[in-house]
């Protein structure tokens, strides 16, 4: 029973990072997969290829250079990943993120730079020692006229573990479409505006305050 | 610790004793109340038609008062007199660009979008006080309240001019002006207006002010009436008036040219869908009443325009949808793009071109919030307009 709640609570880790990672790999598979129709991959009721995929694009009033060099360092994301707790650069190329599971426990996943062209995308994918098999791409576009920037995140999760795992995660609620969904919306807000939205009136009532405080 | 009018269920909220407001992030500022007012909308809170509202919420989306902290990068200062606009708007968005400041994409947090995006395709923008589909932010009922995006929201007032004359750029005064405005008034145009509470008035005080060749306005409550006959409209009671008949008269046989509903999701009405839509509401079967909406739509001539300043919610049965298509309608809805309207409308307030205190029935202490409800509901032809005052002696 103990053995299987652990299990469990690795599965909800590798779901969080699935998600919280999850900044990555849509632009891609619209180019690369593209078929009858325009539309992106995981945008499909049935998407193409073995593993499952999260995607999302928003735009963001923001030169494109910005943007990209903003996530270009990746010690930047847990500022509005919300269930990254850091991101340590390697010497050797490899990030780990440390990644925030259920009952207070943290998952490991390693990641190396995959491709990354300046101001249009970067993509990473998980190394061998990595505890979750991930990869995720982030392209930046120009929007038409001042709109500024199409911030497309699609990312890619190996589906045995994604499938058990979001059933764990749903009971977390933190389903992995579900957070990068809100984490790229606040990654819009803290870029437009300096700053991530809370209606919490006190400090102690803020989603992070809550989370420190179990 | 301050004292707050929360929300507790259907017909009942309280003046309970709450956490202070912190400043957060760094363009917060912290407002003490001096002034500020129930809505007709809070009142869609009191009757429990809205979803999303939880039990404790601070109501309040209509006040103002003296800037008392402010965060690192708010360009208020302590000791200004300001009013804040019911919207929260970050400034800096897509639609905040184009001046359409309550479809602000920042300011509800991202968690809290979910249920917006699904009712409407994209979600809404946050708003103070109200339900946490728009935010769950703590409302100005209160003691004090924490001000997001105060470089944006706030507009700086003058000492001389008194907070009953000011206070209405918060919401109703720039929401009857939008409602005018969305109804493209020309200079020969007949505008009838649904609904004399304080968005009506201001709507139709506004439409006079565009230059409307006459303005009609539709309630029951006589005193109501009274307010805008005394603005130099032409009234008409439902109740005594057959108002399609009236209005066609009126307009010699054309129909109007255009309408403004500024009654919204609880219509009052006799006709037998509004019966229905009535029973379905009470049941939760969510159907938006849409009498006087309908009535609009059918009194509006050919071509004519259709301005919605009042508040819907969700779907609504037996739709006129044939006569707004063989028509040719216009029809503008939309929550208030407060921040575009209140430096022109301050303008107007301190030369004399709108009168915004004619329609303040109450003013009451902070304490007795729960009684301004509870009257301002029942009793709809004497209290038109409840201004609470944190500061003022029981």
């Known amino acids: ?214 | 610790m301050m004292r707050a009018l929360t929300w507790h269920g259907t017909n009942d909220v309280r003046v309970d004793t709450v956490s202070d407001p912190e400043i957060i992030n760094p363009r917060d500022a912290i407002i003490k109340i001096t002034s500020t007012a129930i809505c007709g909308s809070d009142l869609h809170l009191y009757d429990g038609v809205i979803p999303g509202v939880a039990p404790g919420d601070v109501l309040g989306h209509e006040f103002m008062g003296e800037v008392v902290e402010t965060g690192s990068a708010s360009d208020l200062k302590k000791g200004q007199r300001v009013v804040v606009p019911f919207t929260i708007s970050c400034g800096g968005c897509f639609h905040c660009k184009q001046q359409q400041y309550s479809a602000c994409d920042n300011s509800n947090p991202a968690e809290k979008q979910d249920m917006s995006a699904t009712l409407y395709g994209q979600p809404m923008a946050a708003l103070f006080g109200y339900s946490h589909l728009t935010g769950g932010y703590s409302g100005g009922q209160a003691e004090y309240a924490r001000v997001p995006f105060s470089d944006v929201g706030p507009i700086v007032v003058p000492d001389h001019l008194e907070d009953d004359q000011v206070l209405f750029l918060s919401d109703i005064l720039p929401t009857g002006w939008m409602a005018a405005e969305n109804a493209d008034i020309q200079p020969d145009d007949t505008v009838a207006v649904w609904g004399c509470g304080p968005v009506g008035l201001f709507a139709i005080q506004s439409a006079i002010v565009m230059g409307a060749s006459r303005v009609i306005a539709i309630d029951h409550y006589p005193n109501r009436l009274a307010l805008a006959k005394q603005l130099g409209a032409e009234i008409i009671d439902f109740r005594e008036t057959d108002v399609r008949e009236a209005l066609m008269e009126m307009s010699g046989g054309i129909g109007v040219d255009a309408v403004i509903d500024a009654v919204g999701m609880e219509s009052h009405g006799f006709a037998i869908d509004n019966m229905f839509d009535v029973v379905k509401q009470k049941v939760g079967m969510g159907a938006d009443r849409a009498s006087a909406l309908k009535q609009a739509i059918l009194a509006v001539r050919f071509g004519g325009k259709v301005s919605i300043p009042g508040v819907y919610g969700g779907m609504t049965d037996k739709w006129p949808l044939g006569a707004m298509m063989e028509k040719g309608l216009q029809v503008r809805g939309g929550q208030t793009h407060v921040q575009k309207y209140t430096k022109q409308l301050l303008e107007k307030i301190e030369d004399g071109t709108l009168d915004t205190t004619f329609l303040i029935s109450h003013r009451l202490p902070l304490e007795q919030a729960a009684e301004g409800y509870k009257n301002f509901k029942e009793q709809q032809n004497e209290w038109t307009k409840v201004i609470l005052k944190p500061g003022m002696e029981n």
């Open chain 1, 1 to 214: 029973m103990s053995q299987n709640s652990k299990i469990g609570a690795g599965l909800g880790g590798v779901v969080l990072t699935a998600g919280a990672i999850a900044f990555g790999a849509f632009l891609s598979n619209r180019h690369q997969n593209r078929g009858y129709d325009d539309a992106a991959n995981h945008t499909k009721r049935q998407p193409e290829g073995d593993n499952a995929q999260v995607g999302r694009s928003v735009t963001i009033r923001k030169p494109r250079a910005e943007l990209f060099a903003f996530w270009s360092d990746f010690s930047n994301l847990p500022q509005f990943m919300e269930n990254v707790e850091a991101i340590e650069a390697g010497a050797d190329g490899v990030s780990t993120w440390r990644i925030k599971a259920p009952a207070g426990q943290t998952v490991a996943v390693k990641t190396e730079i995959a491709s990354k062209k300046q101001d249009e995308v970067i993509a990473w994918r998980s190394v061998e020692d990595s505890e979750i098999e991930t990869s995720g791409e982030v392209r930046f576009e120009d929007a038409p006229g001042e709109r500024g920037t199409r911030v497309s995140l699609v990312m890619a999760y190996d589906p045995p573990a994604g499938a058990l795992g979001r059933a764990v995660a749903k009971l977390f609620l933190r389903e992995p479409q579900v957070q990068a969904r809100h984490d790229l919306k606040r990654f819009k807000m803290l870029m437009e505006t300096g700053e991530i939205a809370t209606s919490a009136r006190t400090r102690d009532e803020t989603r992070a305050a809550k989370q420190e405080n179990g």
